[in-house]
């Protein structure tokens, strides 16, 4: 079976003061393991709604989500910190690194829900490091590395726990254009020679242009 995720019937609806939007609605959609997959969409299409979801960082409202054939329990907080650590991995649109952690501390910091020795976690740290291009820049602090770089930094942060799927809500939206590529190209590699599947949200045509598959979103509506 090549099945990684499956998604059948998502909707959420978000209501605010009076107001209610339906930010999915309905949404059934299937990835294969190993795909580099973009979602698309203008503002406020659901594009990060779903990925929050599919994440376990939200809940539906209705529909499922299902991870190599098994449906996700969004009620189960044990179960949801196994998915988020041992399976998923995320990048974000502004890196979330911590300033205070040099690079391979970043990297380390969700590989200690893992029972990894120090040592371990430090050498898939470094490997993860060094996969992104930065073996160089182990010991810099965020604020000594430019834009691109943290992005990788966070890119092997989300890799070093091995995860099944890698979801990225924007991660080229902070990025001048040389970075970005740069980044696609390390993502890319990392797709395919570890396997790793990767799903973002994008309006970037830089992206999309590079994505084996493309969702498109309009008021929470999968576009056919
Ligand atoms: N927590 C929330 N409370 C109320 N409304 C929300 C909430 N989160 C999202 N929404 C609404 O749901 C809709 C979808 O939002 P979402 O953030 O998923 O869009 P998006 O496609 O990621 O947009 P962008 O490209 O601007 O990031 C929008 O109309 C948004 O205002
Ligand atoms: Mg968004």
Redesign the pocket.
């Known amino acids: 079976m090549n099945n990684l995720l499956k998604i059948q019937g998502l909707s959420k609806t978000?209501s605010?003061g009076g107001d209610t939007?339906k930010?999915l609605d309905n949404v059934s959609i299937s990835l294969e393991k190993e795909t580099f997959a973009a979602v698309s969409?203008?503002?406020?299409?659901?594009?990060?709604?779903?990925l929050n979801i599919v994440g376990t960082l939200d809940r539906p409202d209705s529909g499922s989500v299902s991870l190599e054939g098994e449906e996700i329990d969004y009620f189960n907080e044990g179960k949801l910190e196994d998915i988020r650590s041992n399976r998923l991995g995320f990048i974000f649109q502004d890196f979330n690194l911590i300033p205070v952690l040099s690079a391979v501390e970043n990297v380390e910091m969700p590989l200690y829900s893992s029972n990894l020795s120090t040592s371990e976690r430090r050498e898939k740290a470094e490997q993860a490091l060094d996969a992104v291009g930065l073996a160089d820049r182990m010991e810099h602090r965020p604020n000594q590395l430019s834009g691109g770089q943290q992005q990788r930094v966070a890119v092997a942060r989300a890799l070093a726990g091995t995860p099944e799927l890698v979801l990225g809500d924007?991660p080229t939206a902070n990025l001048d254009t040389k970075s970005a590529f740069l980044l696609l190209d390390v993502m890319e590699n990392l797709n395919q020679t570890l396997g790793t599947a990767f799903l973002f949200?994008t309006?970037d045509p830089r992206i999309l242009e590079r994505a084996k598959t493309v969702f498109t979103?309009e008021d929470?509506v999968l576009q056919s």
């Open positions: 978000f605010r939007v930010a969409g203008p503002s406020g299409s659901g594009k990060s709604t779903l924007e949200s309006h979103l929470g």
